[in-house]
C-alpha cells in the first residue's frame, strides 16, 4: 500500500513497504532574504526523521533545498538516508548533502532508480537548475513537477514519453515570483491567469486522475513585498479552476493529512476550510520583516567585488552589458552598476532601472544566487519604461555561474527558450 502524507508547501512524504520519501522539505522559517514564509505550521516533528530513507531536492532554491532545514536532521538519521538529485554540473548540493553524512545518489535523466520493492524514480532537469521525479509503485504513478515551467503541450507529450501513465500530478498554482508594482493589479492578475493557464495544459495533456495544487503555500511576508499577495491564486481558486476547466479531481491535503492512494483522497471541504483560516490570519497579521539599513560604502565594496568576481568568470562578455542604475530608497541615493564595478551617481530614482532597499541591493551582491533572490522575493520596483531587464541580466549571469554554467551554457539556455517561445506562438496563431 502505497501512502502519501502532506508535509508542507512543495513537501510531501511518500510510504510503500520500506520505502519513506521526503520531497523538498522547507519545514520552517523564512526563505528569499526573508521575503517569504510559509502559509501555516509543518507538522513533521524531526524525530520523524528517524524512519525516512530517501529526501529528493528538485533544485537548489531555499523553499526547496532549505539548509536550515535538513542541518536540524538528527546525525544519526542523516547516516541512514539517501539523498537524491539531478546530476548537476557543479554537484553542489551532492557535495553539501555528503560532508553532512547523508549518503547522496545524482540521478541520471533517462534512467529509471530502484529506491526499494515495488518503488522507482525517474529524476529529469529542466530550465533554470530545477527538475521533476516520477515516482511508481505498484498502485499509481505521482509526477511532481513543482516549479518546473512546463506550459506547452508538447513538453507535457515528451513527460508522457518517459512516465508512460501519471495518475496524480502535483503542480504549482499560483505566481512566485515580482509581477508587478505596487497597485498594478492588472499585472498582478495576469501573472495568476497565466499560471493557472500553465496547469490547465499540464492537466489536459498528461491526462491524470488527480491533480494535487501544491509548491504555492507561502505568502510574500515582508513591508517591501507584502502587496503582492493581493492578486495570488489561493488554494480554493485553484480547485474550482480545476474543477470547471479539466475532468482532474482536486486533491487538497492541509500539513499532517494522509491518503492512502489506492482509495479517494481526503475531504477537499475540510483542507480548504483550514487554509481559508490561514489566509485571513496572514491578511489581517501584515508584514513579518522590516528593511535593515546598510552603510552605503558597505554596498559598493560589495558591489566592486560582485564585479570582480563576474569578470573573472566571464570575461569579455560582461563589457557587452550596459551599466545599470539602482535608486537606493532609503539613503536618497542612486548607484550605477557596470563591467567595472559600482559607483553612486546623480540620478533622480524615476530615471533608474530598479528601486530597493539598501540591504535588498546588498543581498544582490553577497552571492552569485542574490539576484535571482531578489528576483523571486519581489522586494523592488521597477520604474516605467521596461528598463529592469539592464540590471536582471548582471543578475542572470551570475546565477548561471552560480550552477556551473558558462558562456557555452548560457547561449544553449537562450536558444532553447527562444525555440520554446516560437513554438508557443506558433501554436497560439
Not at 522507482?120 to 529542466?126: D, G, I, N, T, Y
Not at 475532468?247 to 499532517?256: D, I, T
Not at 501584515?286 to 568568470?313: I, M, Q, W, Y
Not at 554554467?405 to 497560439?428: C, Q, S
Request: proline fraction near 5%; glycine fraction near 8%; aromatic fraction near 10%.
Amino acid at each position: 500500500m502505497a501512502t502519501l502524507e502532506f508535509v508542507n508547501h512543495a513537501s510531501y512524504l511518500l510510504e510503500h513497504g520500506p520505502v519513506t520519501l521526503l520531497c523538498d522539505p522547507w519545514l520552517e522559517g523564512p526563505a528569499f532574504d526573508f521575503g517569504w514564509d510559509l502559509l501555516t505550521d509543518t507538522r513533521l516533528s524531526h524525530d520523524r526523521f528517524g524512519q525516512i530513507t530517501h529526501i529528493w531536492f528538485s533544485h537548489e532554491h531555499p523553499d526547496h533545498f532549505s539548509p536550515p532545514s535538513i542541518n536540524k536532521i538528527p546525525a544519526e538519521a542523516r547516516a541512514r538516508i539517501t539523498v537524491l538529485f539531478q546530476n548537476s554540473l557543479d554537484h553542489k548540493v551532492a557535495k553539501y548533502c555528503g560532508k553532512l553524512g547523508f549518503r547522496v545518489i545524482e540521478m541520471n535523466p533517462g534512467e529509471w532508480l530502484e529506491l526499494g520493492p515495488g518503488v522507482q524514480a525517474l529524476c529529469e532537469p529542466h530550465d533554470n537548475g530545477d527538475s521533476w521525479l516520477a515516482v511508481r509503485t505498484p498502485q499509481s504513478s505521482i509526477l511532481n513537477l513543482n516549479d518546473c515551467v512546463v506550459n506547452s503541450e508538447a513538453e507535457c507529450r515528451s513527460i508522457v514519453g518517459k512516465v508512460t501513465k501519471v495518475d496524480v500530478l502535483a503542480s504549482q498554482f499560483s505566481y512566485a515570483n515580482w509581477v508587478g508594482n505596487r497597485g498594478d493589479r492588472a499585472a498582478m492578475t495576469a501573472a495568476a491567469r497565466d499560471k493557472l493557464g500553465w496547469f490547465r495544459t499540464q492537466i489536459l495533456t498528461l491526462r491524470p486522475k488527480y491533480v494535487m495544487p501544491f509548491a504555492s503555500f507561502t505568502f510574500f511576508s515582508h513591508e517591501d513585498n507584502f502587496y503582492l499577495n493581493e492578486g495570488m491564486t489561493t488554494i480554493a481558486g485553484a480547485v474550482e479552476y480545476i474543477r470547471r476547466e479539466t475532468p482532474a479531481e482536486p486533491v487538497v491535503l492541509y500539513p499532517g493529512d494522509r491518503w492512502d492512494l489506492s482509495a479517494k483522497p481526503p475531504d477537499v471541504e475540510k483542507a480548504l476550510h483550514q487554509y481559508a483560516a490561514d489566509y485571513e490570519r496572514v491578511k489581517r497579521g501584515g508584514p513579518r520583516h522590516r528593511s535593515r539599513l546598510v552603510r552605503l560604502d558597505t554596498v559598493v565594496e560589495h558591489g566592486n567585488a560582485f564585479a570582480r568576481t563576474l569578470r573573472g568568470k566571464n570575461g569579455a562578455l560582461l563589457k557587452l552589458f550596459p551599466p545599470t542604475t539602482i535608486f537606493l530608497e532609503d539613503h536618497g541615493q542612486a548607484v550605477a552598476l557596470s563591467s567595472s564595478g559600482l559607483r553612486t551617481v546623480a540620478r533622480d530614482r524615476t530615471r533608474c532601472d530598479l528601486v530597493c532597499k539598501s540591504d535588498a541591493l546588498d543581498y544582490c551582491f553577497s552571492s552569485e544566487w542574490g539576484g535571482r533572490t531578489l528576483d523571486i522575493n519581489g522586494r523592488f520596483q521597477a520604474p516605467a519604461g521596461g528598463r529592469y531587464a539592464k540590471f536582471k541580466v548582471y543578475m542572470t549571469l551570475a546565477n548561471f555561474n552560480n550552477r556551473g554554467e558558462g558562456f557555452r551554457e548560457i547561449l544553449t539556455t537562450v536558444y532553447r527558450r527562444g525555440r520554446k517561445k516560437l513554438r508557443r506562438l506558433a501554436t497560439r496563431s
